[in-house]
Every structure is written in C-alpha cells, then in structure tokens.
C-alpha cells in the first residue's frame, strides 16, 4: 500500500511516497481504509520538530485526522464493527505507522468513532483536532457546562478570537449549536464574511474596530468564555473583556511564545486562564467530547465546506508535502488529502 513517511524532521520535501506492507490489526485494534486524511498545524509541528534535520526512527507516518472505512478488526472487537464508516483522532500519536496519510492505519478502536451516512469523509476528516480543541475550550469555564449540545450554553456568551480559523470555525458551530452568544474577531471582511456563515451572532474586525468598546457594547457585563489563538497579542484585550468568573482558553501561540498577563484585571473577575492541549488533557473530558461532536455531527449541526465558513483544499497523496506547505503558510480553510 502507498503511504506518506518522514524520516528526518525538517521542511514539507521531508515527507516520502513510499510502500508499505499491509499492516494487520492486532488486539483492540482495527484497520481503515483512509478516504481523507485531515491535515492541522498539529502535522506540521511535529514534522518540523525542534531542531530541523533530526532523524526519525522508526518513520513516522503523519496526520493526526482521518475518516474511512473498517476494513478489518483485531482480536476482542466487535466483528460488526468491519466495513463501519468512521472518523479517527489521534492517529499517529506516539504511533509512527498509525497516521492516517496512508491507504490503510491500523489504530486502537477506541480511536474511531462512527460516521453516520450523512456525513461526508471530508467533515469526518476535519472533525479531531479542530472540534476536539474548540470542545476543550468551550467546556472549561467556572460553573459551566461538561457537556455541549441544545441549551448547554444559553444565557451565555463565547468570544472567538480568529474566526476564520479551523479551530475558531468549530467553536462558533459547537457555541451556536449550544445556544450561546457568539462574537467573534477576524482580520479582513472576506474572514468576516466565513465566520458568520459559520454561524456567529456578531463579528470584529480587530483591524478596523476596537475589539473591547465593541464587544461590551454587545455584552456589558463581558463574556463567559473566550477561545484564544493568538495570547500574546490579545492577552490585554481578553482581561478587559472578561466576565465574572470567565475564562480564557488558550489553545495556540500565533503571534508569541511568551505573554504578558495583566494580572489585576484577571484578579478583579476571578478570571481563568486555562491553557489547552488536546495530547495532555484529561481523560476524564475526553468520553464527553467525542459523544459530544459525535451527537452535533448525527444532528447535521456541524458542517464544512464554504457554506459553512471554511473552504476545503483538497490534495492527492502524493502531494502531501504541499498540503503541510499549504497548512504552514495558513491557509484560509481546511486541507484535505484524498487518499482512496
């Protein structure tokens, strides 16, 4: 079977088209045939590494994201399970051969979830990381809900700094479909213009606008819950907004690695800022997060595509390197490899 590898750490020309032997699913493990393989800064990250030029062993096979179908079952599963259509997260962590950039991952069945007929291989290939992320940061507020779904967040509102992004995008439709307020910042009215066909009630231009005076404009008392991609540059801006015992979720670093936390303003609210990784976070949140988006997806809440603010880039396999290339350079949308 054709696969995607890199053996060394260093730009997208790193990744190789390669064959690999069919892998065979052992105990609690299953094999998909990949559809799509969904590519998220996440990829890249871990393809660069912290020193360029590293070498790899084993080869890692990348991407995180994936959606297919069952082709075959391990030990212990449930035979019923084969010829599913699932979604998969967390392929290929601490997993070198079980990215989904291959024609078929063997992978811990607790890693696919089911895909239901309406739902497209390319929503189920953008659904782990983005919606997991937005979900951590959606659910991790003082008093607010563990779960998200109708009503989980009415009365409530949700701050979305670059809604435009596949992060932000998942989080305006998982914020919406719960019934929150969502106001959300862009950079340019084209982004303004997919962030509210993601569904947002009111939208920023930070370039243009003053984010604090707009947003207590819309919400006096501030806002519940803000999803922040870019710390260092709206840390100031965030404990001027922030409501009551709300808290900040921060789940990336575009913009810095380091921030400046203005802290009585933090203080005065009992503010939160909860940093997010998917990799690290607890399993207790886990189980209700994948039920969660699993229930927004048979619902039809969530979707992708342009309609839905974020347009889709597909690549065939053997262009990988230029679809990491495409997510380095951040591209507005989702990338999509098409594998089978």
Same mark, same amino acid.
Request: net charge negative; with cysteine; glycine share 10%.
């Given at each position: 079977?054709?696969?995607?590898?890199?053996?060394?750490?260093?730009?997208?020309?790193?990744?190789?088209?390669?064959?690999?032997?069919?892998?065979?699913?052992?105990?609690?493990?299953?094999?998909?045939?990949?559809?799509?393989?969904?590519?998220?800064?996440?990829?890249?990250?871990?393809?660069?590494?912290?020193?360029?030029?590293?070498?790899?062993?084993?080869?890692?096979?990348?991407?995180?994201?994936?959606?297919?179908?069952?082709?075959?079952? @391990?030990?212990?599963?449930?035979?019923?399970?084969?010829?599913?259509?699932?979604?998969?997260?967390?392929?290929?962590?601490?997993?070198?051969?079980?990215?989904?950039?291959?024609?078929?991952?063997?992978?811990? &069945?607790?890693?696919?979830?089911?895909?239901?007929? %309406?739902?497209?291989?390319?929503?189920?290939?953008?659904?782990?990381?983005?919606?997991?992320?937005?979900?951590?940061?959606?659910?991790?507020?003082?008093?607010?809900?563990?779960?998200?779904?109708?009503?989980?967040?009415?009365?409530?509102?949700?701050?979305?700094?670059?809604?435009?992004?596949?992060?932000?995008?998942?989080?305006?439709?998982?914020?919406?479909?719960?019934?929150?307020?969502?106001?959300?910042?862009? %950079?340019?009215?084209?982004?303004?213009?997919?962030?509210?066909?993601? @569904?947002?009630?009111?939208?920023?231009?930070?370039?243009?606008?003053?984010? &604090?005076?707009?947003?207590?404009?819309?919400?006096?008392? @501030?806002?519940?819950?803000?999803?922040?991609?870019?710390?260092?540059?709206?840390?100031?801006?965030?404990?001027?907004?922030?409501?009551?015992?709300?808290?900040?979720?921060?789940?990336?670093?575009?913009? @810095?690695?380091?921030?400046?936390?203005?802290?009585?303003? %933090?203080?005065?609210?009992?503010?939160? =800022?909860?940093?997010?990784?998917?990799?690290?976070?607890?399993?207790? =949140?886990?189980?209700?997060?994948?039920?969660?988006?699993?229930?927004?997806?048979?619902?039809?809440?969530?979707?992708?595509?342009?309609?839905?603010?974020?347009?889709?880039?597909?690549?065939?396999?053997?262009?990988?390197?230029?679809?990491?290339?495409?997510?380095?350079? %951040?591209?507005?949308?989702?990338?999509?490899?098409? &594998?089978?």
């Amino acid at each position: 079977m054709r696969a995607i590898e890199y053996s060394v750490t260093g730009e997208p020309d790193v990744l190789t088209l390669v064959d690999r032997p069919m892998p065979e699913p052992g105990p609690g493990e299953v094999r998909v045939r990949i559809r799509r393989s969904g590519v998220n800064p996440t990829d890249w990250k871990s393809r660069r590494g912290s020193a360029p030029g590293t070498p790899v062993q084993p080869a890692q096979v990348p991407n995180q994201d994936g959606s297919g179908d069952v082709d075959a079952v @391990g030990e212990g599963v449930d035979a019923a399970l084969a010829g599913q259509r699932v979604w998969i997260w967390e392929a290929a962590y601490q997993r070198p051969a079980g990215g989904t950039a291959q024609e078929y991952a063997v992978v811990p &069945v607790r890693h696919v979830v089911p895909l239901p007929d %309406s739902a497209s291989y390319d929503l189920g290939a953008s659904l782990g990381v983005p919606f997991l992320t937005a979900h951590r940061c959606l659910t991790v507020t003082e008093d607010g809900p563990v779960h998200l779904g109708p009503g989980k967040l009415a009365g409530r509102t949700v701050l979305v700094a670059g809604g435009a992004g596949a992060v932000g995008n998942a989080a305006i439709q998982l914020a919406r479909w719960s019934d929150a307020t969502v106001i959300t910042t862009v %950079s340019s009215p084209e982004k303004a213009n997919l962030a509210a066909l993601a @569904g947002a009630d009111h939208v920023i231009n930070y370039r243009q606008q003053d984010v &604090v005076a707009e947003v207590r404009a819309i919400a006096p008392h @501030g806002v519940d819950t803000i999803v922040e991609v870019s710390p260092a540059a709206n840390a100031a801006i965030d404990a001027a907004v922030i409501a009551t015992h709300g808290s900040v979720a921060v789940y990336a670093t575009d913009g @810095g690695e380091t921030m400046e936390l203005p802290v009585r303003a %933090s203080m005065v609210p009992n503010a939160r =800022w909860q940093f997010v990784l998917l990799y690290t976070a607890p399993d207790s =949140w886990r189980p209700r997060a994948l039920g969660d988006v699993s229930a927004a997806v048979a619902a039809g809440a969530v979707r992708v595509g342009p309609e839905a603010g974020i347009p889709l880039h597909h690549y065939p396999l053997d262009q990988a390197s230029a679809a990491h290339n495409a997510v380095e350079q %951040s591209v507005t949308g989702k990338v999509l490899i098409d &594998v089978n």
